[in-house]
């Protein structure tokens, strides 16, 4: 059984930070990638952030680069998504994924992120 814990989500006004968190467990699990999506208003699933957990190789959705940072932490499975310079179209709920090769794929439960005055 696979298990996520997400966390740092919030509320700030904008221009504020905010540090997401996201660690994933499981017995005999290898997790090749992971990151964080949220979903347009229209259900799209948007990348925010994306790395490989081997050689750290990342990628960000447009509307987030220069302001997002994606890194690995030390634990097994573990990355952070630091967010710089808020704004209120990032108001969302951000949700961790985790890649277990090409074709397995796990999803945390999503953690709220708001933007407001």
């Known amino acids: 059984q696979v298990q996520f814990v997400e966390s740092g989500g919030g509320s700030v006004q904008p221009g504020g930070s905010l540090r997401l968190s996201c660690a994933v467990s499981g017995s005999s699990l290898y997790i090749s990638a992971m990151g964080w999506y949220r979903q347009s208003p229209g259900n799209q699933w948007e990348l925010v952030a994306g790395m490989l957990l081997s050689g750290e190789i990342t990628k960000y959705g447009d509307s987030v680069k220069g302001r997002f940072t994606i890194s690995r932490g030390d634990a097994k499975n573990t990355v952070y998504l630091q967010m710089n310079n808020l704004q209120p179209e990032d108001s969302d709920v951000y949700y961790c994924?985790?890649?277990?090769?090409?074709?397995?794929?796990?999803w945390g439960q999503g953690t709220q992120v708001t933007v407001s005055p």
């Open positions: 994924k985790a890649e277990a090769g090409a074709a397995t794929t796990y």
